[in-house]
């Protein structure tokens, strides 16, 4: 009876040595593929060690080695029940709705574009006092995509800057006439359907709808010749688009090449939103793309409303799959369409909660260690975004530090989405993910690759 005890322990032994070796194998394998060095040798590392360490169990006294077989079973069953056995400790927090709403002219992208010297300018000001004083200190800097930036590359900057005045020449086809006068006899469901594919047959990551609210509305025009009228805008319906970043040039963040891809996908979105409306036209139903440079709506909350994630620590949309690797288009239209129900999974706050990735990284210090804060009546996080730009005109770029190391950014793939899955099943396993993504990727990753050269 004992020997055959004594066999099983020992076969015990040979499979979790067996287990072990292979995961941390898969693992070194899946970072190879994805240029992840350090977590390709830590795992590597662990392939060869950690079995021989297990195997070495069957070296050792029975009196030590039962408990520490069943010890390291107990660990393994543990651990993957914590990824499958929904369970979790902390409480959500409701997502924000803002009671007013936002008026574009306060963003940073709109009071960047205020000359001094001219009237625009010293209305602004004389409206707005309490941002002159940092206002004017972000002039002095080089500026974004500036000469003389501490990331300036001229080839990536140019590449770049032609990304960005390729939408600018866009902006003419958000809105226009004429609509078709012909409607087809198509239903709600239909045109939804046929919609959503077709987008992402243009190459969006995801694709959700939305009845537009007054929050998701700018209320004044912050930028182009328009700037300060109050905006008008009747549709009943917003279709929101990602687009993903790609996650080679971000993780060369805040050097040049992920200007160049921000740059890039900010295009690719723009022209699906632009295609999307010409379309909607033709079908005899009004239709305006939201773009970059060219908004009427806040794109995150659209697309959070739309069903396409929630606002995490960063402030940021974070979508299933991608995490904040995405860029945002929105088209508003009064074509009848089927509306996504809300977002609903949260587990995202009770994540940013515990991980703090991104505020660790920020060169800024933009982004709160902090709970979220109650702000009119909601629990959010918000970052400094006087902060986040300011440091954009020094360096150049814009930075996406927080972006490139926020552990919902890896890649969309089997292994990253089973860790995902995870997140979302339980507590347990949210504090085992944030472990194994510092220990693997770093809790500071250093950039990845400062050339100008965009291709691998
Ligand atoms: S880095 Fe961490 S804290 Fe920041 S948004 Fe991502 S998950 Fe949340
Ligand atoms: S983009 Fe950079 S500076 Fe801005 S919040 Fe993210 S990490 Fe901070």
New binding site residues.
């Given amino acids: 009876m004992e020997t055959v005890s004594a066999t099983f322990l020992s076969i015990l032994v040979f499979a979790i040595a067996g287990i072990v070796f292979f995961v941390f194998l898969l693992f070194a394998a899946a970072s190879y593929s994805e240029n992840e060095a350090r977590a390709m040798r830590r795992s590597l590392f662990l392939a060869l060690v950690a079995p021989v360490v297990v195997l070495s169990l069957n070296l050792l006294p029975p009196a030590i080695q039962v408990p520490l077989t069943y010890g390291f079973l107990i660990s393994i069953v543990l651990g993957g029940s914590s990824l499958l056995v929904p369970f979790h400790s902390q409480k959500t927090f409701s997502e924000p709705l803002p009671s007013g709403k936002i008026d574009e002219r306060d963003i940073m992208f709109s009071r960047r574009l205020l000359q001094p010297g001219t009237e625009r300018y010293e209305q602004y000001y004389a409206q707005k006092p309490q941002f002159k004083i940092i206002d004017d200190q972000f002039r002095k800097n080089p500026g974004l995509l500036g000469e003389g930036s501490t990331f300036y590359k001229p080839l990536s900057f140019s590449a770049a800057e032609a990304s960005f005045d390729t939408i600018s020449g866009l902006h003419h086809l958000v809105e226009k006439e004429p609509v078709s006068e012909t409607r087809l006899a198509y239903t709600a469901e239909e045109y939804t359907a046929f919609l959503k594919g077709w987008i992402k047959k243009l190459g969006a990551h995801s694709v959700g709808i939305a009845e537009l609210k007054p929050y998701h509305i700018y209320s004044h025009v912050g930028r182009g010749p328009d700037f300060g009228k109050k905006v008008e805008l009747s549709h009943r319906f917003a279709i929101a688009l990602t687009v993903e970043m790609d996650k080679h040039s971000l993780d060369s963040?805040?050097y040049a090449p992920v200007v160049m891809e921000s740059a890039q996908q900010y295009v690719n979105a723009g022209v699906i939103a632009i295609q999307a409306t010409e379309f909607i036209r033709k079908l005899g139903y009004e239709a305006r793309a939201h773009i970059d440079g060219n908004y009427r709506v806040v794109c995150p909350l659209v697309a959070r409303d739309a069903g396409l994630g929630t606002i995490g620590r960063?402030g940021l949309l974070m979508t299933p799959r991608l995490g904040p690797r995405v860029r945002i288009a929105v088209v508003t239209t009064n074509l009848p369409l089927i509306p996504d129900p809300p977002f609903e999974d949260f587990t995202v706050h009770t994540f940013c909660l515990r991980c703090k990735k991104?505020a660790d990284?920020?060169?800024?210090?933009?982004?709160s260690f902090d709970p979220p804060t109650e702000i009119n009546g909601v629990k959010r996080w918000q970052?400094s975004q006087e902060?986040?730009?300011t440091?954009?005109t020094v360096c150049g770029t814009?930075?996406?530090?927080?972006?490139s190391v926020c552990p919902y950014s890896h890649p969309d793939n089997f292994l990253h989405n089973l860790v995902r899955k995870g997140l979302r099943q339980s507590s347990q396993f949210q504090v085992l993910a944030l472990k194994m993504d510092d220990f693997f990727y770093g809790r500071k990753p250093l950039p990845k690759g400062q050339s100008e050269n965009y291709v691998r």
């Fill in positions: 963040a805040p960063m991104c990284v920020c060169p800024s210090r933009a982004i970052i902060k986040c730009f440091y954009w814009d930075c996406g530090r927080c972006v």
